[in-house]
């Protein structure tokens, strides 16, 4: 499971905003999302708090196109359709249909108390297919058709024109509906799909089972843990579920409460010490551990080293490959 924690996904979108030309650390802070104190919060309040970001940034620019133009492309790797939208939306409800050599990737960002606006559903879509251009190699790829939850605006021309293809408002859902040839192009040219093997990528992708139960555990507590370590009845009931029914199902899936708490930690820290872009103080602070103290034990359980030694070791990496390019 790939994880994005709440400042990766703030940094992501602040940068995109600063590519565009638009700095607005001002309105971070406004809107509740300034690094520390204000990312320590849950899932969904994590999406209300963009939500108002996203407000406040058309009211400033007086732009409502504005999600529409700062998603410049940004080459994350490839992680899947799937992948990509959890990079740039907490608590993401998504689905993928295919059906006559087309796939229909459905979106939905929920909110806790404040309606999303319809500027973060057009910053995911932009977001998606640029990536997809920059995968695939091509500035042409287009969607087949692209469809809104909204009703239509005045502007609703510009649309089309973003994205290269029919745009229809007030629809039941917000989709977005790709040709398969355009979803394997973007694929990695390894050779599996050198040989024909992207229709079966795509085929496994379409026909992938709904996240298991300690999947949808695990991104809870990976929204959790920057405000300390989760317990079990608060989890159960964001669940709306007893403590013993989690128990229970997590226990038919192999694991426990403890067990998975201790997954997404090393999950997280792995991926962040990868990346290097937290003090360690901070970061053990983001996997919710009471002090530094604690999260060096762990590391030392998990990867039988310190987690300055894992940085350091990272470093060098970086520094032989830097050395064997010159």
């Known amino acids: 499971m790939t994880y994005s924690s709440a400042l990766h996904l703030v940094r992501g979108v602040k940068s995109r905003l600063a ?13 509740g999302l300034d690094e520390g104190d204000g990312l320590a919060c849950d899932a969904l309040t994590l999406s209300d ?3 108002h970001l996203w407000e406040l940034l058309v009211a400033q620019s007086g732009d409502p196109l504005i999600g529409l133009k700062i998603s410049a492309p940004h080459r994350l790797g490839w992680l899947g359709v799937m992948g990509h939208i959890m990079l740039v939306s ?3 409800q998504s689905s993928i249909e295919r059906f006559q050599g087309h796939t229909r ?3 939905l960002l929920p909110g806790a108390r404040r309606d999303v606006p319809q500027q973060r559903y057009d910053f995911v879509w932009c977001v998606l297919l640029r990536s997809l251009r920059c995968a695939a190699g091509r500035d042409d790829v287009a969607p087949v058709v692209v469809e809104y939850a909204f009703p239509e605006p005045a502007n609703a021309r510009a649309y089309e024109d973003t994205f290269g293809c029919p745009v229809r408002f007030a629809m039941p859902h917000n989709v977005m509906e790709f040709s398969d040839t355009d979803l394997v192009a973007a694929l990695p040219a390894n050779p599996p799909l050198m040989n024909g093997g992207g229709e079966q990528v795509l085929a496994s992708l379409a026909a992938a089972e ?6 949808k555990v695990q991104t809870l507590l990976a929204s959790l843990l920057p405000k300390g370590p989760p317990h079990r009845d608060d989890v159960a009931a964001q669940m709306m579920m007893s403590e013993r029914t989690l128990q229970r199902r997590l226990a038919e899936e192999g694991t426990s409460f403890t067990n998975l708490v201790d997954d997404t930690r090393r999950e997280l820290a792995r ?3 990868s ?4 003090s360690l103080k901070m970061l053990s602070f983001q996997l919710g551990f009471s002090e530094p103290s604690a999260f060096y034990r762990a590391c030392k359980r998990w990867f039988g080293m310190a987690p300055s030694d894992i940085q350091h070791k990272k470093g060098d990496s970086h ?3 830097n050395k064997q390019s010159e």
Not at 210 to 215: E, G, K, L
Not at 275 to 278: D, P, R, S, V, Y
């Open 90 to 92: 907490p608590t993401v």
């Open 49 to 51: 708090k963009l939500s």
């Open 275 to 278: 990346a290097g872009e937290l």
């Open 319 to 321: 520094g032989m490959a």
């Open 210 to 215: 709904p996240p298991t139960f300690s999947a």
């Open 271 to 273: 991926q962040s010490l």
């Open 105 to 107: 990737v459905g979106l």
């Open 19 to 31: 590519q565009s030309g638009v700095h607005a650390d001002a309105l971070f802070q406004q809107a």
